[in-house]
């Protein structure tokens, strides 16, 4: 094969990667939204984790706010409190559903009671996918001491087209929101079960 038809082959493997969401982006700085970045281990080069098993296996009950939504734009568009608020219950509802009936879910900090924090940090597109970048972690409810923790950013499936979030208040709100999209319910379906993955193996003999 041609020295140009190599270059060829190459760009167009690289464009598949990005557009299918299967490439690999670094990880921003840490936010500052977890407790503590020290325990954290790099799994690769986008991900970092952290479980103290012997801890966090104890646990039987979980408290889960809605998620903290640190990104205020999204592909140059801005999006005020009401919109981050429904992000944070998108979120919430997608780690209620991964923990299942397998875990209780309570609203007060107690003994054997530890709560799930989690915050979106980045997001914004590569090609055509969406990159989102979370961090989370479990603490004891009352000690707020760090039993697990995970940092990182995961890119989504590409999508043959999006559309940003838009205000019509005829229609009641805001319309065609990006965290609706398959690729964003996705994404926030895989973080939730790397939280619950968390917990699972802490629980593992």
Known sequence: MCKTGKLLLCATATLAMILS???KTSAPAPSGFL???GNLQKVDNSNWRYVSAGRLGAYQKFIVPPATVLVKEYWGSTFGADQQQAIGTAFRQKILRALGSHYEVVGTAGPNTAEIRVAITQAYRVGNALALGVEAEIVDSQSHQQLAALRGIRVGPAEMGFR?????PDAGGYMAAWWTWPSAMELMEQWADQIKNMIEAARKP
């Open 21 to 23: 969401g299967g490439c």
């Open 35 to 37: 407790s503590s970045y």
């Open 164 to 168: 940003l979030g838009y205000h019509n």
